[in-house]
C-alpha cells in the first residue's frame, strides 16, 4: 500500500510560529530568538514521542485584527530549519498560499525541502484568501474563481516538474514554464503528498478531485465534514469517468482542530478562561472552537475524534491552545494511545 492510499489514522500538530498568544510567558511573547526555540522544542518533543507530522501556517501576518503586529515566522523557511533536528516526523503546510510563489519556485523548494527532509515532506496548498496580506505585500488579489484557477494550473507545473520528465513545459492562462529544470527530483515516489485544503464546493473541491492525494478542511465539524466528502466523491466519479482518471475513491481525508486537553475539566475551564477574548463569553469561545469536539478531558478527545473516524477521517491536525511538551505527552499517552 502505498503513502497516498494508507488507511492507517495519522495525528499531527501546528507548531508554534512566533505569534501564538499565550502559550509563552509574557516576558518571552515578543521576543522572536525565544520564540524560535519554542517551535523547535515543540517540533523535537513530537518526533520523539510519535506524532506523525508537524505543520506551519503560510501566513505573512497573523489573521486576528489585534495580532497583526505580532512576530509570525515564515512558513517554509521555518520548516526547513526544523527538517534539520527532527528525525522522522513528517514536515508540511496548512496549507501554502498559492498566490504567494511561482509554482515553478514552489515545486524547486518543496523538492529540496523532500531532500534536505530525507523524504519527509509535504505540500499543503490552497487557493489563498487573506486580502490583507495580499494587499500589504503587493499581491494581487483577483476573485476567488480566478485564484482556484491559478491553483489548478500551478499544480499543473508542480507536478510536471516532480516528474521524471526531463525539462517540461506549460502553457497555461495565468502561469507557464519552457524547459523546466528541476533537479533535484523529490525523494518519495510518485511524489510528496499534495494536500488540498479548503470549503469552496462549486470549484476548489473540483481542483481537488483532480490534484489532491489528501483533501484538508479547516476547524470542520463532522456534519461539514460529511457534506464536504459527499461532494468531493461525487467530484472524484465524474472525473473518472470522464477522463480516465483514477485512484482518486482513495483520497485521504483530514481535518484542522482546535484542542485543548487536560486531566480535569477545572484545569481546561482555566485554559479556556485564560485564552478566550473579552467581548467572548465561554460558551461563544467554545463554539467558535467547532463547538468544543476537541475540547476537554482525555476521554471525551476521543470521542470527538470517533465521530470523524466514523466518516472516513484518517488524518488529523490539531491546534493546541495552551501548548506546551507536557500537552503533547498526554494527548499522545491517553488519545492517540487509545485510537
Known amino acids: 500500500m502505498n503513502q497516498f492510499t494508507e488507511n492507517k489514522v495519522q495525528f499531527g500538530?501546528?507548531?508554534?510560529?512566533?505569534?501564538?498568544?499565550?502559550?509563552?510567558?509574557?516576558?518571552?511573547?515578543?521576543?522572536?530568538?525565544?520564540?524560535?526555540?519554542?517551535?523547535?522544542?515543540?517540533?523535537?518533543?513530537?518526533?520523539?514521542?510519535?506524532?506523525?507530522s508537524i505543520y506551519a501556517y503560510d501566513h505573512l501576518i497573523p489573521y486576528y485584527k489585534n495580532d497583526v503586529n505580532k512576530n509570525i515566522f515564515e512558513c517554509l523557511t521555518l520548516?526547513?530549519?526544523?527538517?534539520?533536528?527532527?528525525?522522522?516526523?513528517?514536515?508540511?503546510?496548512?496549507?501554502?498560499?498559492?498566490?504567494?510563489?511561482?509554482?515553478?519556485?514552489?515545486?524547486?523548494?518543496?523538492?529540496?525541502?523532500?531532500?534536505?527532509?530525507?523524504?519527509?515532506?509535504?505540500?499543503?496548498?490552497?487557493?489563498?484568501?487573506?486580502?490583507?496580506?495580499?494587499?500589504s505585500y503587493g499581491y494581487d488579489f483577483p476573485s476567488h474563481v480566478t485564484r482556484i484557477d491559478q491553483l489548478d494550473e500551478a499544480l499543473t507545473i508542480v507536478k510536471a516538474m516532480w516528474s521524471n520528465e526531463i525539462s517540461p513545459s506549460f502553457e497555461g492562462k495565468y502561469y507557464?514554464?519552457?524547459?523546466?529544470?528541476?533537479?533535484?527530483?523529490?525523494?518519495?515516489?510518485?511524489?510528496?503528498?499534495?494536500?488540498?485544503?479548503?470549503?469552496?464546493?462549486?470549484?476548489?473541491?473540483?481542483?481537488a478531485a483532480k490534484h489532491?492525494?489528501?483533501?484538508?478542511?479547516?476547524?470542520?465539524?463532522?456534519?461539514?465534514?460529511?457534506?464536504?466528502i459527499s461532494v468531493l466523491k461525487e467530484y472524484c466519479k465524474s472525473l473518472e469517468s470522464s477522463r480516465g482518471i483514477g485512484n482518486h475513491k482513495d483520497i485521504q481525508y483530514s481535518v484542522v482542530l482546535p484542542c485543548i486537553i487536560r486531566d480535569s475539566e477545572e484545569e481546561v475551564y482555566q485554559?479556556?478562561?485564560?485564552?478566550?477574548?473579552?467581548?467572548?463569553?465561554?460558551?461563544?469561545y467554545i463554539k467558535d472552537l467547532v463547538s468544543g469536539i476537541a475540547i476537554g478531558v482525555p476521554e471525551r478527545i476521543v470521542k470527538g475524534i470517533?465521530?470523524?473516524?466514523?466518516?472516513?477521517?484518517?488524518?488529523?491536525?490539531?491546534?493546541?491552545?495552551?501548548?506546551?511538551?507536557?500537552?503533547?505527552?498526554?494527548?499522545?499517552?491517553?488519545?492517540?494511545?487509545?485510537?
Open 13 to 52: 500538530l501546528t507548531i508554534p510560529q512566533g505569534w501564538r498568544g499565550g502559550d509563552l510567558p509574557l516576558q518571552q511573547e515578543n521576543d522572536p530568538v525565544k520564540q524560535y526555540e519554542f517551535s523547535k522544542s515543540i517540533s523535537i518533543t513530537a518526533d520523539n514521542i510519535g506524532f506523525d
Open 79 to 135: 520548516l526547513s530549519s526544523l527538517t534539520a533536528i527532527t528525525k522522522r516526523i513528517k514536515i508540511g503546510q496548512i496549507v501554502t498560499c498559492n498566490s504567494y510563489r511561482n509554482p515553478a519556485l514552489l515545486a524547486k523548494i518543496t523538492s529540496t525541502l523532500d531532500v534536505i527532509s530525507h523524504g519527509r515532506s509535504e505540500l499543503g496548498i490552497g487557493a489563498g484568501w487573506y486580502g490583507r496580506e495580499y494587499e
Open 176 to 207: 507557464r514554464i519552457k524547459d523546466a529544470i528541476c533537479n533535484p527530483k523529490p525523494i518519495q515516489k510518485p511524489h510528496p503528498i499534495i494536500m488540498i485544503g479548503g470549503s469552496g464546493e462549486k470549484y476548489l473541491l473540483k481542483v
Open 212 to 228: 489532491a492525494d489528501r483533501y484538508n478542511l479547516f476547524f470542520g465539524s463532522p456534519d461539514n465534514m460529511k457534506r464536504k
Open 271 to 284: 485554559i479556556i478562561e485564560q485564552y478566550k477574548r473579552n467581548d467572548k463569553t465561554v460558551d461563544q
Open 306 to 339: 470517533n465521530e470523524y473516524l466514523e466518516l472516513g477521517v484518517t488524518h488529523f491536525i490539531f491546534q493546541f491552545i495552551g501548548l506546551d511538551e507536557k500537552t503533547l505527552k498526554l494527548f499522545h499517552s491517553k488519545v492517540i494511545r487509545k485510537i
